[in-house]
């Protein structure tokens, strides 16, 4: 399974590794990885590094996000890396069970 | 060095295809945005509000041959400048139309252009598009299709500075009229980019207002694209006496400047810089300026700058300002917003009567200003101010004068 080689201690799913290393690619803190544990706020995300993840994700999930910048800011939408998580694992199940 | 004047104007926008029809509507406070037409407003569209120029039909300005070489961005600058130029009763004959310029503002040219076009190639597999397609879609178009509609000879080019590009154009035009690098200029902005495209593309950086546009409001929710030209005629006073012209107004100082910092988020110092340079260049204070027509797009970020950077260089003078944004009535016209609004404020100082921002739901503690809301309101008006502040930290402000 390829999902074993994600796991590290704690079990970790396809999404939440995949979530990982897209915010991973935007951050700008001056630190080595990224878990789910960590503040959105602590690694370093400016201006348009929230956007570029939003399309990342989306595309990545095919999924569509709803997020407007003018209403708050990703900061204070998602606390930690693992909110985003469960934000986009609840996105995916919607996109793969319509509404009936 | 002359005193330049605006003996002409002329406007394409949502409220209208006459700088009348515009003008009575913005006095109205009626709003200019509704439902998408200009592409279908299908399921792969999030954003559905914007602020057309409606029922817009090109064949009632142009015969059927001439419309094939012009994109809509240059139908609507033409149409503006043949207004503009009518208005002020000047024709461009010899040797006059040598020294004639013009210069208009565009963010993207013609944008229509570029997606029809490569629509027909990438998606419906078409295996040609136009020979038309480049002049069509080049940024500088308008210009040059008004040099060619109108007879100017003189300097003609294209401004591109995103938001500010008709800001940046009048400043120049402006200052080469006063300094009399020309004898006449026909200046503004234009822009149609209300495509699928360009849609898709604003709407992936969450700056869009789903419904209305809001500025400076408590509960905005960010900006409403729109599009239109508006075009003026500037020339020097004793020009404009002498051959008895109607003076409209006064330009009296351009200022402009970057950020030198983020792509896109606004800059308070950034704005404090252009609007002083504009003060200074105008030769005015603070204290004389009464309205300001503000940059004021209706997102939480620039209308929370703006109001920091009006109180920086307003000082307790701001608390008096009469400040509004036009942009609640008819969006966001990106290189022809600067265009759209400088038309607005000489009218409003024309007639003592200030626009409104519409769609004020009460204040937000950022936005502590008076913002006219929701109805328009006579107040004299000496001076005015308009402000443009572009995506790439470019800013540009002009101020005019009621002339008198």
């Known amino acids: ?100 | 060095m002359s005193r330049v004047v605006v003996t002409g104007l002329g406007a394409v926008t949502p409220l209208g295809h006459s700088i009348g029809s515009y003008w009575q509507n913005l006095k109205a406070g009626a709003s200019g945005i509704g439902p998408v037409t200009l592409t279908p407003a299908n399921d792969e569209l999030v954003q559905k509000a914007v602020a057309e120029v409606k029922q817009f039909d090109p064949l009632a300005h142009f015969p059927e041959r001439e419309v094939s070489a012009l994109d809509r961005v240059s139908q609507f600058a033409i149409v503006a400048a043949r207004e503009a130029i009518a208005q002020s009763g000047i024709t461009f004959d010899m040797p006059l139309s040598l020294r004639a310029a013009a210069i208009i503002g565009s963010g993207v040219g013609g944008q229509t252009t570029h997606d029809d076009s490569f629509r027909r190639i990438y998606r419906e597999d078409r295996k040609r598009v136009s020979p038309l397609t480049i002049p069509r879609l080049m940024v500088n178009a308008p210009a040059s299709q008004i040099s060619m509609a109108c007879g100017l000879r003189g300097p003609a080019f294209v401004v591109a500075s995103a938001c500010a590009s008709a800001t940046h154009a009048i400043g120049l035009a402006f200052h080469m009229v006063r300094s009399g690098q020309v004898e006449c200029a026909v200046t503004g902005g234009a822009e149609a980019c209300i495509t699928f495209g360009t849609l898709r593309g604003w709407e992936a950086m969450r700056v869009m207002s789903p419904d209305v546009c809001r500025p400076f409001s408590r509960g905005r929710m960010g900006l409403i694209l729109g599009e239109g030209a508006a075009m003026v005629v500037l020339e020097p006073l004793e020009r404009a006496r002498a051959r008895g012209a109607e003076i409209l107004g006064e330009i009296v100082g351009f200022g402009m400047g970057a950020d030198a910092a983020d792509l896109t988020a606004p800059d308070r110092g950034g704005m404090v810089r252009a609007m002083r340079a504009a003060l200074a260049d105008a030769g005015l204070a603070p204290r004389d300026i009464q309205y300001v027509n503000a940059h004021g797009t209706g997102t939480a970020a620039n209308d929370e700058s703006e109001t920091g950077a009006l109180h920086d260089v307003f000082g307790t003078h701001a608390e008096k300002l009469a400040i509004s944004s036009t942009k609640s009535m008819v969006g966001h016209a990106l290189g022809a917003a600067g265009a759209l609004e400088l038309a607005a404020m000489l009218l409003a100082a024309r007639e003592g009567i200030v626009p409104p921002t519409i769609g004020y739901l009460g204040p937000d503690p950022a936005c502590d200003l008076d913002y006219v809301p929701n109805k328009a309101r006579a107040v004299t008006i000496d001076a005015a101010m308009s402000n443009s502040f572009a995506f790439g930290g470019l800013n540009a402000v002009l101020v005019t004068k009621k002339f008198s």
């Not at chain 1, 399309?55 to 930690?80: C, M, S, V, W």
């Open chain 1, 1 to 100: 399974m390829c999902d074993q080689e994600v796991m590290g201690a704690d079990f970790m799913t396809d999404i939440a590794s995949d979530v990982i290393a897209i915010i991973a690619k935007r951050k700008r803190a001056d630190k080595p990885n990224v878990e789910l544990s960590d503040r959105l706020d602590s690694l370093g995300l400016e201006s348009l590094d929230g956007v570029e993840m939003i399309f990342d994700l989306e595309e990545k999930f095919d999924i569509q996000i709803p997020y407007n910048a003018n209403t708050g800011n990703l900061r204070t939408q998602f606390d930690t890396v693992n909110d985003v998580v469960s934000a986009i694992e609840s996105l995916v199940a919607q996109r793969k069970s319509p509404a009936t």
